[in-house]
């Protein structure tokens, strides 16, 4: 019986790698980790996996991955004049560097 947890790795399109990181996230709490813990989150592709989020760092970055930890978030519900809507679903990527990496530099 097939597992239902298993996820089709060539779902969605082939993504390049700029394709996949979109943007840094930027927040007291991201810096924080960045400074203590060398972890450095992200905002990727909904259809990107742990492994090319790591390529796609490797490649974009010139560093060496320990790990990668995702997350799914939903969007915010918000008021548009009248109506309620619905901000968009994102993904976001908590990508820790090995000792021996250099840190990544966003300034």
């Given amino acids: 019986m097939p597992n239902p947890h298993h996820v089709n790795p060539n779902r969605g399109p082939k993504l390049e790698a700029?394709?996949?990181l979109l943007r840094?996230?930027?927040?007291?709490?991201?810096t924080h980790?960045?400074?203590h813990r060398r972890a450095y989150p992200f905002e990727v592709n909904q259809w990107a996996t742990k492994e090319q989020i790591k390529a796609a760092?490797?490649?974009l970055f010139g560093i060496h991955v320990k790990k990668i930890r995702t997350q799914n978030r939903l969007?915010?519900?918000r008021r548009f004049r009248f109506?309620?809507?619905k901000l968009s679903n994102w993904k976001k990527a908590i990508i820790t560097l090995h000792e021996d990496s250099a840190p990544i530099e966003f300034f």
Wanted: glycine share 14%; hydrophobic share 25%.
């Fill in 75 to 77: 969007g915010k519900h």
């Fill in 83 to 85: 109506k309620m809507g």
């Fill in 57 to 59: 760092a490797e490649e």
């Fill in 33 to 35: 980790q960045s400074t």
């Fill in 24 to 30: 840094p996230l930027v927040t007291e709490k991201g």
């Fill in 18 to 20: 700029y394709q996949i």
